[in-house]
């Protein structure tokens, strides 16, 4: 199994388990997690970005892995992709280097995913 | 003289002490930083959008100040602020609510001088 | 007019424009933040002090006050308090300094208030 | 071996080659660290949770996996740990939630160890 | 009475109470946090620049004016300085700038000082 | 193959990727970061423990790594590291402990290979 459907997967699972534990307040917040990121005036490939960018300053791994497949399901370029993390790499400096390499990491699993016609998906 | 005002001498008066004080690294870094929000394949105003975003999951009130007038410079709408507040607030928690307070304060204060017909700039 | 009214001021102007903004994903998120540390099986002093310790350690002034303020109301002592900034200071060191010290500053003022009859509220 | 038993061999071993190596000012901040969550005015549990939530807001998973046995050990129920969960996520927001997955993992583990009577500590 | 007073003494006023509250942790954690920065095989002004950077790669303003003027106590120059200020703003990132800012500003009010004879302490 | 090895590898794969992608931006900046450690009025054995200290209290273990490798290529000793981590862990609070676990690891895997004659380079 690959490295993205094993993230994929374990998100899933362990998502279930929070949900499943019977906390209001929580399930509320993934509610409106998900709906932050719908179209709006605002377009989704946008809101994407600006997720992408701020899980990449705040460098959390798991939340760059997320964002990154969602720009690509989004239709985001290479060159669109690259200018994002610049703005992320000037705001948060070298220390977000690493960080950067995974989603650079992530993004070419994705494109490779689709050169062989395999899903692309979260 | 008003509160923005008054933040973009300080900001200025500073810079120019910090790049005549002959370190190399620092000018370049400045000017990279000028660069990354410049016009490409994304939009100034994504760009913009990113850099406040970024600046408000890292809460840091002087970023959020200057990327909010930069944004209103760049002809944002209450409701594209908003939005990419929301998704601030999603991805940073309540932790960022006191620094989105501070930008919602600085874009009033930028309404407010384009209706006097005073220059909103940095 | 005294420190903690001038806040309370602010923080409840600002709040009221942000949440007349219409962004519903905004306004929810405020909902969930208040029920956040409404009693359940863990009390509500309990909840106050988690918030004011991830308030500490995420070094944010504002935040800080508004926790420290909720304590108070929920009476907490003073050697409470400080095993509570004590577990803050060991977690996120010595840079969390500067914002015990604002918490201790609020506590007083709190104190100092409920001495003179007057309300600490929030 | 499981990954409970792995990290706390690892803990170990670092530990004592850091304790090992003379530094004074080190041994005696390892020893304010352990005493901080002493039973005091405040219950250990509640210092844990504390522990817990400040640890979940600055996102490291070691410290969320050592402050969750330690909660187990106190005898914290799972109403207790997701409402705990529940503040972390309002102040520190999405970013927070792999480490939440994480969190749970690990109380799952601690609880299936404890339901085959096999010793939960750290 | 001057900024950097104003400082000292706030700052002097809140540790006397915060000592004074009779939480031992709190007491010998300010007591190692001194020590660290003492002579040692790193030379003190090497262990007040690492301070210093610390500070300001995690963006705390009154920690950085502290270790600025203990820079300037233990000799510091400008070209020290300066490339100490790069180092961090290369790691951190733009988020730092206005907090280089700060630190700019505090060595400037440390020279003026120096210049007119009056002492320049913490 | 080696951790640090495979530590390397990664990061010079990725950077190269990173570096072909044809954004200017990025390119400088990498250029920026590699001069900002270069000797000065201020070591670079100075410099890279600068850039070891803002890696822990940031808690970024690969930025760690890399400059945990490069200290020892600037001949740190056992003791000047320890110091130079007691200023972090102090600065940073518990919260770097697992950091400075990974950090101790790194320089005893150097350590080791400079016993058996290998190269410890990055």
Excluded: W
């Excluded at 997690?33 to 946008?46: H, M, N, Q």
């Excluded at 400096?93 to 998906?121: N, Y």
């Amino acid at each position: 199994m690959d490295e993205l459907e094993e993230f994929r997967r374990y998100r899933e699972r362990m998502n279930k388990r929070i949900l499943s534990a019977g906390n209001l307040g929580i399930k509320r917040f993934f509610a409106l997690d998900t709906r932050a990121y719908e179209e709006g005036v605002l377009p989704a490939k946008t809101k994407e970005l600006l997720g992408l960018v701020a899980s990449t300053v705040l460098r959390c791994n798991d939340c760059i892995t997320y964002h990154v497949i969602r720009c690509v399901e989004e239709g985001i370029s290479d060159e669109e992709f690259f200018e994002a993390m610049n703005v992320a790499m000037i705001v948060g400096g070298s220390i977000t280097i690493p960080h950067i390499r995974r989603a650079a990491d992530v993004l070419g699993q994705c494109r490779e995913k689709k050169r062989k016609g395999q899903p692309v998906d979260i």
